[in-house]
């Protein structure tokens, strides 16, 4: 009986399944790599997409916040505008103020008192000035206490020079009365009070 060796036969076919699986392996790993090279340039693109849109949100970010910053520039110019012009209208509605305190002022002046300086802050007035006598500025604080342009008269400083009668030196303040509230007559100093323009020096500080 004829014997038959396959012993070459089962190394062929070992050789040709280690083959199959070494293609097949390497095929696989291929694919894995493709595959690989394929999810990484879709994120590259989707990451250079949202790059692209971020840099676009950037810049238009960056206009908006210039606009916002003209806008608010715009803002302060309106405000800084319109406190000027409340000033000027405010200096307007004062000009006819100024002329009735001076009036007033030279009305109201008794003999024997000279005023040295008037300062008004709003409408507090502080007035300066040298007396021949305390009575004199008793006088003229009743005065003021009488007029229609003027009120609340008080007396801050009196500085005597020696005896009662050689006299002072005098420091008072008084309220401006609004023109839009006074009376449209002009007041009048009380009676015995003579009109004078014995004023040394008459100064208006700070009259706004």
Same mark, same amino acid.
């Given at each position: 009986?004829?014997?038959?060796?396959?012993?070459?036969? #089962?190394?062929?076919?070992?050789? /040709?399944?280690?083959?199959?699986?070494?293609?097949?392996?390497?095929?696989?790993?291929?694919?894995?790599?493709?595959?690989?090279?394929?999810?990484?340039?879709?994120?590259?693109?989707?990451?250079?997409?949202?790059?692209?849109?971020?840099?676009?949100?950037?810049?238009?970010?960056?206009?908006?916040?210039?606009?916002?910053?003209?806008?608010?520039?715009?803002?302060?110019?309106?405000? #800084?505008l319109?406190? #000027?012009?409340?000033?000027?209208?405010?200096?307007?509605?004062?000009?006819?103020?100024?002329?009735?305190?001076?009036?007033?002022?030279?009305?109201?002046?008794?003999?024997?008192?000279?005023?040295?300086?008037?300062?008004?802050?709003?409408?507090?007035?502080?007035?300066?000035?040298?007396?021949?006598?305390?009575? /004199?500025?008793?006088?003229?604080? /009743?005065?003021?206490?009488? *007029?229609?342009?003027?009120?609340?008269? *008080?007396?801050?400083?009196?500085?005597?020079?020696?005896?009662?009668?050689?006299?002072?030196n005098?420091?008072?303040?008084?309220?401006?009365?609004?023109?839009?509230?006074?009376p449209?007559?002009?007041?009048?100093?009380?009676?015995?009070?003579?009109?004078t323009?014995?004023?040394?020096?008459?100064?208006?500080?700070?009259?706004?």
């Amino acid at each position: 009986m004829p014997r038959i060796n396959l012993l070459p036969w #089962r190394d062929l076919e070992r050789k /040709r399944k280690r083959q199959e699986f070494m293609f097949a392996a390497v095929g696989a790993v291929v694919v894995a790599l493709l595959v690989g090279l394929l999810v990484r340039m879709q994120y590259s693109a989707a990451i250079d997409h949202q790059n692209e849109r971020n840099q676009y949100l950037d810049a238009q970010i960056q206009i908006v916040n210039n606009q916002i910053t003209e806008i608010l520039d715009l803002e302060k110019q309106k405000q #800084r505008l319109k406190e #000027r012009i409340e000033v000027i209208q405010k200096l307007q509605s004062s000009r006819p103020e100024a002329v009735h305190l001076f009036d007033q002022l030279v009305k109201l002046l008794p003999d024997g008192v000279y005023l040295v300086s008037v300062k008004q802050t709003d409408r507090r007035i502080q007035i300066k000035g040298v007396a021949e006598s305390s009575t /004199r500025v008793s006088a003229f604080m /009743r005065n003021i206490d009488g *007029s229609e342009w003027l009120k609340d008269p *008080s007396l801050e400083i009196i500085e005597t020079k020696g005896s009662a009668d050689a006299g002072a030196n005098f420091t008072l303040y008084a309220n401006q009365v609004s023109t839009t509230t006074a009376p449209e007559k002009s007041s009048k100093p009380k009676p015995g009070v003579k009109k004078t323009a014995s004023v040394m020096s008459l100064t208006n500080k700070e009259i706004a």
